[in-house]
């Protein structure tokens, strides 16, 4: 099974990016689907997940900016980022969780907001 996420960037102070990340392999069951962060120096973080029926979650500090969204035929998770700040430059990772349970990790892209 193989995570590929795409779509990081450098970006402006309340700018816009979309992150995707696609699923390859033999993975059949997913239940979660998620990203994380990590800045230099911090621990990762959760940024927000989606359950297999569609329920989001996210971290205080990007509600109302951030959208989570799924493929379920794609096995795609997307992350779109809108009046994004200094303070969301991380490398962001994705994640997901199988009924089986097994955990993957995407391989990270970095995320830059600066002026």
């Known amino acids: 099974v193989q995570l590929q996420a795409s779509g990081g960037g450098s970006v402006q102070p309340g700018g816009s990016l979309r992150l995707s990340c696609a699923a390859s392999?033999?993975?059949?069951?997913?239940?979660?689907m998620g990203w994380y962060r990590q800045a230099p120096g911090k621990q990762r973080e959760l940024v927000a997940f989606?359950?297999?029926?569609?329920?989001?979650n996210y971290a205080d500090s990007v509600k109302g900016r951030f959208t989570i969204s799924r493929d379920n035929a794609k096995k795609t998770v997307y992350l779109q980022m809108n009046s994004l700040k200094p303070e969301d430059t991380a490398v962001y990772y994705c994640?997901?969780?199988?009924?089986?349970?097994?955990?993957?990790w995407g391989q990270g892209t970095q995320v830059t907001v600066s002026s």
């Open positions: 994640n997901i969780k199988t009924w089986s349970p097994h955990v993957y």
């Open positions: 392999g033999s993975i059949f069951d997913i239940a979660v």
């Open positions: 989606i359950t297999s029926g569609g329920a989001a």
